[in-house]
């Protein structure tokens, strides 16, 4: 059987993890899910889970609110930019 080389669905998704894990106390992707909801965006821990693999899209609300619980600029987030 050919492995198929599916296309990622999202740029965010491994400097997301990075930014959950890379910090004095981690965070989990439960307690990431738990800050989204404070900036009226609801993402499931399984949802994140498909964000940080890549198979997933992210909007653009989405977008803003992750940056914001997780204190980094959006333009680090899509690795246009240094941290």
Same mark, same amino acid.
């Given at each position: ?17 990075? !930014?959950? $894990?890379?910090? &004095?106390?981690? %965070? /989990?992707?439960?307690?990431? !899910?738990? $800050?989204?909801? &404070?900036?009226? %965006? /609801?993402?499931?821990?399984? !949802? ?36």
């Amino acid at each position: 059987m050919a492995t198929r080389n599916i296309p990622r669905k999202n740029v965010i998704g491994e400097r997301m993890k990075e !930014s959950r $894990l890379n910090r &004095a106390f981690k %965070v /989990t992707q439960e307690d990431l !899910s738990s $800050l989204l909801e &404070a900036y009226g %965006v /609801t993402l499931t821990q399984a !949802s994140i889970s498909k964000i940080e693999a890549g198979g997933r899209p992210v909007y653009d609300f989405e977008l803003k609110a992750i940056g914001a619980a997780l204190a980094v600029r959006v333009g680090w987030l899509m690795d246009e930019e240094e941290l």
